[in-house]
């Protein structure tokens, strides 16, 4: 009887399964195949699901169309630095809104949450006049700091540092450990699902900047890689197999980043998203 | 013969004259200390390697500038300055579309044309190097504030090959008139059921300053204006620009689809050049991009479709040079020097940027003579308004096109969506 | 403005002391004033880098909303009637639509759908993870490359007409329909939200101790009594956090309108976000934009306030 029960649910299980997995990877699958078709090929109906013949060459062509290595390496960068900002200011801040008490405490974490309510497009001109008066504009400082840390980290943090036992961080202060020892040798390893989770959320947020580096961004040098897309899409016209192609290279380290620390991410999420 | 060669020489001179001559007094000198300036432009590939090649030569003329080039995609390049102007910062030549730089001007970022640097002793004498109104759309007060690169009418690009398949002529069969367009139509315009396989011809949806870069024309072919020439009072929902809407809606019925597109912001012209529709309107700096599609030079051009060809109307816009107000005096005499430089073989910009200036004489220049047409964007750039000069530019387009989507889209009434533009519009004017 | 230090502490209240209400036995942290000192010391940086660079612009763009600010010629002070003025106009009625639309059909199907991804993959499920990791792909491709390929697809005889043929359904002009635009748009937050959302969800149901479960069953109840009288409940916590972060999320949403329609055909996609971009960076109206996002802060408030509220309220 449970066998049999088990095959209905599988005869339901995996199809669904399957087109979950259809229509999650769909985009990226049309993304790669597009970038190795020919331009006569890419609007054919039927459509062309399969290319062929098998073109490479709108890699070379639209790498070598602007000057995207240094997009790539900028971009590299400041998502790094942004990202390893967050993850140490976020987690300290996290830890202090929650495993401490002082006066205020409430009224800043309020603060910090209302700093998520609104959209950069409307802050960005006073934020641009801040930044200018820090003479910035042109800088990897201005890319970077403004977003050093994210109240959308501070939140996500605090959530999973809240399901640490108090007596061990007690425990450990009575052993007379000082608090940033604590910090780095007790809460940190603990929490490194979240870390993983806050990592590839920040990265992604940071690797997809637009509208900033568009405004305080003039050197070609500094320009970040969505900037060399969106020029790239002006030139002449679009070339859709060079534009997929350089969609798929921008593609990349996020999804590198993600089979790396799958498991980890998942579970940062996962654990963080339970208010116990 | 000899006469015909002798005023065609003459004229070349005159015009060699007229813009490539050398400033004759250098009144205020060249600096000689080290300068840098800023140049921003949007980006669009033969023009953007051309600025560059131009940066390189000044440089040779001139050691002691430094020229740092900042490119953004057309799109961006507005909220760009906006943003650094408002900050008191911004480049120190600027890239707009004609029709901002009246926001500009109104805000006092413009510095005006320094008259040394072009060898002139009024506004009037640099006016005169142009095709009459050539320079209307960056004159404010009788000063010279701009220089358009372009001056890009619109005109009907036609698909030579798509035509003989129909059994027309290009030449023969070419529309002069609206409903000439449109009897054409059910010989091009090819469907297969439900499926549209081919359109005969297609106005713009990709974007609502194409869409009033074509129903302005058309309302003016009716008798009437989009704005007042003052910029106060504008006529969206006046009796000619509901002709004129409603044109559009029966030539779109009758001839295009336009659900169904590829043509997207960056890249309006891509219908025409995949021989998805037979017939498109757009200026003459998409010749080379035609040229690099299967179309090859297998197309012909005519001039933009009128309601009466006695009496013609077309459009024309451009994106022009400007210097800004807010930096040194060193800053702004290079910034118009390299002006000057950059626009002073206007045959050159012809040949490798693709545009064109509306200076006199370009026509009769080799580059011209051997590009497809020439004579026929000219002819469309003499008859022609520019594009609307107001500071609420992007308003009114926004307007237009909001009233060409519900019309054509939803089958709503033109008059009743252009009282609505027009309403929303008033607001905005009366400020 | 009576009923705001009442809201505050409510919310204050809710956020900032919410504890377990499970009988734990608790450890008091010592209240040393060094604590506290190190509680503060330890969290300034993050305060100074948001005040100086979200807090403070967010203050000056209400600021602006009392102005009337073109960017370049300096500020002129007008009181509310930037308020007064878009409360009548249609054009910003239409955005707030618009958004409010888009934010009820992307995340309602959204919640239904990642509680029943999550029910699904709660299952014993052969070679989990790496269906799990292919259905949690769309929450990392980067935004303009989303907006760009997903643009490719919509096209008339793209990718996702073709597998709507399968199903017999005629091609959608997507892009180019008043009707559809919208959805288009929704499409895509729909997909990129759900399997987000779905670990969460996931985290919640594994949380659910089995004794329950097996009690039920004891009891004789189904599957779907289970779900309603066990799961669901049990679930509170989570489908709070999530309908708030959705929502939250899906008022903000700006980059695909903006790449994919422009806020067209026919104003169908102008969601509030672009409206205000469009606003202060097309039409030069800085200090209107500014009053738009005033309501928009408002509107996000309000809503999580209220969700909150209606949460907190009988904790069982």
Known sequence: MRRAMRHRGAIVKYPLLLAVTFVGLLPYYWMVTCSLKTNANMFLVPLQWIPNPVNWSAYGEAWRAQDFTRYFLNTGFVAIAITAGNLLLASLAGYSLCKFRYFGRGALFLMILSTMMLPLEVTMVPLFLIVKTLHWPNTYEGLIVPFLVDGFGVFLMRQYLKSIPNELIEAARIDGASEFRIFFQIIIPLCKPALAALGVFTFREAWDMYIWPLIIVTKDSLRTLPLGISLFMSSFGTAWDQLMAVATIGTLPMILLFFFLQRSFIQGIAISGLKE | ?431 | MQGWPRIGKILVGAIATAEPRAPRPRFRLNLSAKQALFGYAILLPTVAILVIFRFLPMLQAFYFSLHEYDLIRPARFVGLENFIDLVQDPLFLNSARVSIAYVVLSCVPVWVLSLALAVLFNREIRAKNLFRSAAFMPVVMPMVVNAVVWTFMYHQDGVVNTILAWFGVDPIPWLRSSTWALWAVILIGIWRATPYYMVIFLAGLQAIPNEYYEAAKIDGADAWTEFRHITLPLLKPTTLLVMVMSVIVAMKVFAVPLIMTGGGPADSTRVLPLFIYQTAFEFFKMGRAAAMSVFLFAAVMVFTLFQIRLFSGGED
């Open chain 2, 1 to 431: 013969m000899t006469w015909r060669r002798l005023l065609s020489t003459l004229a070349v001179l005159v015009f060699l004259l007229a813009v490539g001559g050398p400033s004759t007094g250098t009144a205020a000198a060249f600096p000689t200390e080290n300068v840098t300036i800023e140049i921003w432009w949007h980006e669009y590939g033969p023009f953007t390697a051309y600025v560059k090649q131009l940066i390189e030569a000044y440089k040779k003329l001139h050691s002691n500038v430094t020229i740092n080039a900042t490119i953004a995609s057309s799109t961006d390049m507005n909220q760009k300055l906006t943003v650094a102007l408002a900050a008191g910062t911004g480049p120190d030549i600027m890239d707009a579309d004609a029709s901002y730089y009246v926001a500009y001007h109104a805000k006092g970022v413009l510095e005006p044309a320094n008259l040394d640097v072009f060898g002139v002793k009024s506004y009037e004498e640099l006016a005169n190097r142009y095709v009459t109104g050539g320079l209307a759309s960056g004159t404010f007060d009788g000063k010279i504030y701009t220089l358009p690169y372009q001056g890009n009418s619109m005109s009907l690009f036609l698909n030579n090959k798509l035509f003989a398949e129909a059994g027309l002529d290009p030449k023969k069969d070419a529309p002069k008139t609206w409903s000439d367009l449109m009897a054409l139509c059910p010989k091009l315009k090819k469907v297969d059921g439900k499926r549209t396989v081919r359109k005969a011809f297609e106005f713009p949806y990709h974007s609502p300053r194409w869409q009033l870069q074509d129903l302005q024309p058309m309302t003016e072919q009716f008798g009437g204006k989009i704005l007042s020439d003052d910029g106060k009072t504008a006529y969206l929902n006046g009796p000619a620009t509901v002709k004129a809407l409603t044109l559009w809606r029966d030539v779109t019925k009758a001839c295009g689809d336009p659900k169904n597109t590829k043509n997207t912001a960056s890249n309006p012209n891509q219908d025409y050049v995949d021989g998805f529709t037979a017939m498109w309107i757009t200026g003459p700096w998409a010749t080379p991009q035609v040229q690099a599609s299967p179309i090859k030079n297998d197309f012909t051009v005519v001039g933009f479709p009128q309601v009466d060809p006695a009496k013609p109307h077309t459009m024309v816009y451009g994106w022009a040079w400007g210097v800004n107000k807010n930096r040194p005096e060193p800053n702004k005499l290079v910034a118009w020097d390299f002006v000057r430089f950059m626009l002073s073989k206007p045959d050159e910009w012809l040949a490798k940027a693709g545009f064109v200036q509306p200076v006199k004489g370009v026509a009769e220049t080799d580059v011209a003579r051997k590009f497809p047409f020439f004579d026929v964007h000219m002819k469309d750039v003499q008859t022609a308004s520019w594009y609307v000069r107001s500071e609420n530019v992007n308003e009114i387009a926004q307007a237009v096109g909001r009233a060409v989507d519900a019309v054509v889209y939803d089958g709503a009434d033109p008059k009743a969506q252009l009282d609505a533009a027009q309403a929303s519009i008033d607001k905005v004017l009366k400020k």
